[in-house]
């Protein structure tokens, strides 16, 4: 290796803490959910299908609802992880639609998974629930969103979820 190597190139160096992402809060979002309707055991796990009946969405200068008609489509993987992908519509206070998309992972143990699935209580600091969430929208304001990466946190209530998006910037 030469020198140029080792200290990059003067026409392409960078400073490495431009390579590392910094989380910029989107919005926090509380998603009402109705009953689990359970599909069973397909070979790839027990699919779970939660319709999602209603919340809100509250970001920096905007707020939004959740609409009703969205699912969360839920493949449990064993008795400590489920993938989740859930997948509504916000309609914001202005009128502006915007698509939702959102991946998680959701790890528990398996007495908490448990107390989860019989609708329970449960303190969020003992599941790990991460999603990533990729956002659409039609309206000039938000367009800037189908350009940027987001992810988030969840807690799992009873009767909704509660997250953190954030963009990452």
């Known amino acids: 290796m030469n020198d140029d190597s080792v200290r990059g190139n003067k026409a392409y160096a960078c400073r490495m803490d431009t390579l590392t992402p910094q989380l910029k809060h989107f919005a926090d979002l509380s998603v009402h959910v109705a009953r689990p309707i359970e599909v069973g055991q397909t070979g790839q796990g027990l699919r779970r299908l939660i319709p999602i009946t209603g919340g809100t969405a509250q970001g920096k200068g905007w707020t939004a609802r959740v609409l009703p008609g969205g699912t969360d489509y839920q493949r449990v993987i064993s008795d400590t992880i489920a993938e989740l992908d859930a997948h509504y519509v916000l309609e914001t206070d202005a009128g502006d639609l915007i698509y939702v998309r959102n991946k998680a992972l959701r790890v528990a143990s398996p007495e908490v998974t448990a107390r989860l699935v019989r609708g329970e209580i449960v ?47």
């Open 123 to 169: 303190d969020p600091a003992l599941v790990y629930f991460r999603c990533q969430p990729t956002l659409e929208c039609a309206s000039v304001q938000f367009a800037w969103l189908r350009e940027r990466m987001f992810a988030g946190s969840g807690a799992r209530h009873p009767d909704r979820v509660d997250m953190r998006f954030f963009e990452l910037v």
